[in-house]
């Protein structure tokens, strides 16, 4: 994912828009790790009628948001890596 945003001298400053991107990312992080962290385990699934189903689904659930955590982390140093490449140029 590339950003298409140029940054324009007469408003935008260039450290400031990369440490956004870099509080985006850190936070990507804690999520990624926070998610990975909770883990359930089929016995808490077994008293349900289709313990199988639920587990996987959740499972399933989880793994798309580590995936939306990991891509907004992504995008996020993408961005950061723009600015420092600004920063470096001028």
Same mark, same amino acid.
Request: aromatic share 6%; net charge negative; proline share 2%.
């Given at each position: 994912?590339?950003? *298409? &945003?140029?940054?324009? !001298?007469? +408003?935008?400053? $260039? *450290?400031? #828009?990369?440490?956004? &991107?870099?509080? =985006?990312? *850190? $936070?990507? @992080? =804690?999520?990624?790790?926070? #998610? !990975?962290? =909770?883990?359930?385990? +089929?016995?808490?699934?077994?008293?349900?009628?289709?313990? @199988? &189903? %639920? &587990?996987? =689904?959740?499972? %399933?659930?989880? %793994? !798309?948001?580590?995936?939306?955590?990991?891509? $907004? !982390?992504?995008? $996020?140093?993408? +961005?950061? #890596?723009?600015?420092? *490449?600004?920063? @470096?140029?001028?």
């Amino acid at each position: 994912m590339s950003h *298409r &945003f140029e940054i324009n !001298r007469n +408003g935008d400053s $260039a *450290r400031s #828009l990369m440490e956004e &991107f870099i509080a =985006v990312m *850190r $936070a990507s @992080e =804690v999520l990624e790790a926070a #998610l !990975r962290k =909770v883990t359930t385990h +089929g016995r808490n699934y077994q008293t349900l009628p289709e313990p @199988e &189903f %639920a &587990f996987n =689904v959740d499972n %399933a659930d989880k %793994a !798309r948001m580590l995936n939306d955590a990991m891509t $907004a !982390r992504n995008w $996020a140093l993408d +961005g950061a #890596l723009k600015c420092m *490449r600004h920063i @470096e140029n001028t």
